[in-house]
């Protein structure tokens, strides 16, 4: 009798508010912030499990979540030719009436385990939903099988700057976990987990001339058994904090060890870099894998239109009218309207939702989206709808690293305009 194939369902954990990439986070979910002109960061994940053939995926939301699910509903359709399903899970009401928040991660996945449990799969794949990178995790799931493992951690080698803010691993030979540590702060945690020079000759990775230390992804592959019987015996919250503590002591625990390119969008500068080095260079997320592609939302919009711009190292999106004197390492995403004479550098604009603004209480919003004549904008992020008036400098002239204002922010020492916002003409920050 032929084996029965190992099913993988997919849980995206998409609920966080996203502190540290305030303000971006003032009007998004961090999963639903834009990236790369035309993608959502929660297209990352759930794009490299359907690249990996898993295509029952559970998505756990809270905050602002109702951006996140209409692109969610807008994005991914299955059918019976192509089978899947994306659930899209948030909080409910209890028998007495009450709101049940999710207090962490691993708090979110077990009140919604009478849901998930519904799946017939073997194994659960874990994932954030803020992260970048392109796996194709049958290979971590074939690991998993292969050492009939409880649970299987993604991990990588990190420098000490990312290595006192994740959780570390000690691994033998046989990559079982011996010891696990989150967010380890004294000098003599980080020597307890430093990477000796045998782990990079026996995976095949070049050696670093820094220090290394192995850290957890936050992506995990439990065998379903070992998930429901950890989320029933610890009622804990958090899978970084003490799941995966619990796990390493008391289960068969192994580390999938990856080497390629990882980015967890912790802050607004990781988020920046994040975004510009699509402009710049490969080594970042590849969109132009076409066997492995990143989904997005099906748009439908003309070819960027472009009148005697320079443009240098850039991204234009579709549906963009691009009359720019100068555009030097931009992402310019969807519906951008930038008009003559303006020079943008290091920048990246959101795009627009539609051309036209909408039309509420039976007139049209009083603006139309778009940065105007003559503007100078470098260093800065512009998020969705917003308009800048004729001769505005967003140049950091006072070299801030942190500023508030009204509609627009420093954080970093990046210039950010949120959601909504007008700037009048002539404004100068």
Not at 422 to 427: Q, R, S
Request: one cysteine or more; glycine letters at 6%.
């Amino acid at each position: 009798m032929p084996r029965k194939p190992i099913q993988v369902a997919t849980i995206i954990l998409a609920g966080g508010q996203g502190t540290r990439l305030h303000p971006l986070t003032l009007h998004h979910s961090k999963p639903a912030v834009s990236y790369g002109g035309r993608y959502r960061l929660i297209d990352i994940p759930i794009s490299n499990s359907i690249n990996s053939d898993f295509r029952q995926i559970f998505v756990i939301a809270q905050y602002l979540s109702d951006e996140l699910q209409h692109h969610i509903t807008q994005t991914y359709r299955f059918d019976g030719y192509n089978h899947g399903s994306v659930d899209f899970l948030t909080p409910e009401m209890n028998e007495k009436g009450e709101k049940e928040w999710f207090a962490g991660t691993a708090d979110a996945v077990r009140k919604k385990l009478p849901t998930i449990l519904k799946s017939s799969a073997d194994y659960f794949l874990i994932l954030c939903g803020d992260q970048l990178y392109n796996i194709n995790f049958q290979s971590m799931v074939n690991f998993a099988q292969k050492e009939k493992a409880d649970l299987t951690i993604a991990s990588l080698p990190v420098h000490e700057k990312e290595a006192r803010r994740m959780g570390l691993l000690r691994i033998d030979n046989d990559q079982k976990i011996l010891e696990f540590h989150e967010k380890p702060s004294t000098e003599e945690l980080l020597h307890h987990f430093e990477l000796d020079k045998p782990f990079f000759s026996r995976h095949q990775i070049k050696p670093p001339k820094e220090r290394c230390f192995l850290g957890s992804m936050g992506i995990y592959v439990f065998h379903r058994d070992t998930l429901i019987n950890l989320l029933q015996n610890d009622n804990r919250e958090d899978f970084g904090r003490h799941i995966i503590q619990s796990a390493v002591e008391k289960k068969k625990t192994y580390a999938f060890v990856y080497h390629g390119y990882w980015e967890d969008i912790g802050t607004v500068g990781s988020y920046y870099d994040a975004n510009l080095i699509l402009t710049k260079s490969n080594d970042g997320l590849n969109t132009y894998d076409e066997k492995n592609p990143i989904y997005a939302r099906p748009t439908y919009l003309p070819g960027p239109k472009i009148k005697q711009t320079k443009i240098t190292h850039s991204i234009i999106c579709e549906g963009s009218i691009i009359e720019a004197e100068e555009i030097t390492h931009c992402v310019i995403g969807l519906r951008s309207h930038i008009k003559q004479g303006s020079i943008l550098r290091e920048t990246i604009m959101m795009g627009n939702h539609f051309y036209m603004p909408p039309i509420r209480e039976g007139k049209a919003i009083a603006h139309d989206f778009w940065v105007g004549e003559n503007c100078l904008i470098e260093k800065a992020i512009i998020d969705e709808h917003v308009r800048i008036g004729n001769n505005v400098k967003l140049i950091n002239k006072d070299n801030l690293s942190h500023y508030d204002g009204d509609g627009i922010f420093i954080r970093d020492g990046i210039i950010i305009v949120i959601a909504g916002t007008v700037l009048p003409d002539n404004f100068v920050l």
